[in-house]
């Protein structure tokens, strides 16, 4: 089975105490494990999510180090001048260009630093860059080389769909993404970008689902929540949302402009964006993100594993080729 069941990846790892024994009692009132998980279910996950990256942090650095050994042995050299070899010696010097680039990139936070006073330290950062480069396209070639194989599996959550909109390639597809989401977030407005990427990408490997989880500090963000449910209802949903995202302003006015910008019929729209049919929707996909450790905005969902916050498309990309792959591995009998 695809994915795992929460409680085994979750708790396997605490002490082996029955879920129904009470941890403490107040007067007459036992709390239970089972009361107490639920309650901070949210951080639990994401404890379980943290232990997994640095489990599998480590286990890349081992990894790296016995294929480093082994093609080392096989050219009877040692592993450090084999990195000397296929590494360092294979990072070219940074150009002119590739220096005043991250120069002007990065002058606001230089403040008044001059370009010669900085220049040094320019010029070991992007060493350092094109070495990890260079380091992990050999390690590439090196897996390949020498089969390997990373089982080590991540904690996954069962998140649904809640019947909501959606784009790609529907249930069928391969690897679903169920984004929890607010319109008035800057961050969230930062991974719509990569999101398309991703869609672009794969095309119809990939369904892409969207929840709302507008958050309260945000004046606007619910409403404009209700608003692209109302557009939903007349078929305009993604053409709506995209108008949401690349907006800064979500005052209700500017609700209804964007209606007409889409070729919404606005009687309807008015009357909906007033009586707020979709309350309970939103509701849900609120209850549900928090049910499963959604605590901030975004949050990705990518066939179960959570991904936080505006993560680059590198992230997504791992995420989800590391799906694909065990989508196309035969199932055992």
């Known amino acids: 089975m695809r994915r795992m069941v929460l409680a085994s990846i979750m708790f396997a790892w605490l002490p082996a105490i029955g879920v129904a024994e009470p941890v403490a009692t107040v007067g007459g ?3 239970s494990r089972t009361e107490l998980e639920s309650h901070i279910r949210p951080r639990l996950l994401e404890i379980e999510n943290e232990r997994y990256e640095a489990l599998r942090d480590g286990l890349d650095e081992m990894v790296g180090d016995e294929l480093f050994k082994q093609e080392a042995k096989a050219r009877s050299i040692t592993p450090e001048a084999l990195e000397q070899q296929e590494v360092d010696g294979k990072v070219p010097a940074p150009t002119d260009a590739e220096i005043q680039q ?6 606001e936070q230089l403040g008044d630093a001059s370009f010669d006073s900085v220049k040094p330290r320019i010029v070991d950062y992007l060493k350092q860059q094109k070495a990890e480069q260079r380091r992990e396209a050999f390690l590439t070639e090196l897996k390949a080389k020498y089969k390997t194989a990373v089982l080590l599996r991540p904690p996954v959550v069962e998140v649904g769909t809640g019947g909501r909109p959606e784009r790609g390639g529907g249930a069928g597809a391969p690897v679903t993404i169920i984004a929890f989401s607010d319109y008035e977030c800057p961050f969230c407005k930062r991974a719509e970008g990569t999101v398309e ?3 672009s990408t794969y095309g119809n490997k990939v369904r892409y689902v969207h929840r709302d989880f507008p958050l309260p500090i945000h004046a606007h963000a619910r409403q404009a929540s209700e608003a ?3 557009a939903n209802a007349q078929g305009k949903f993604w053409e709506y949302h995209a108008k949401l995202f690349a907006s800064e302003d979500l005052a209700p006015e500017k609700l209804q402009a964007m209606a007409t910008e889409v070729g919404l019929d606005r009687a309807k729209f008015d009357e909906c964006l ?5 309350e ?4 849900k996909d609120i209850s549900d993100g ?7 905005t975004p949050a990705f969902f990518i066939n179960g594993r959570m991904l936080s916050g505006a993560q680059p498309f590198e992230k997504f990309k791992e995420v989800i080729d590391e799906e694909l792959a065990r989508s196309n591995k035969p199932k055992s009998s």
């Open 274 to 278: 007033t009586k707020q049919p979709y």
């Open 29 to 31: 009132r036992s709390i």
């Open 290 to 296: 928090t049910n499963v450790g959604v605590s901030g």
């Open 197 to 199: 990427q991703v869609l």
């Open 102 to 107: 991250v120069y002007d990139a990065n002058k």
């Open 228 to 230: 692209a449910n109302c």
């Open 280 to 283: 309970a929707a939103i509701d």
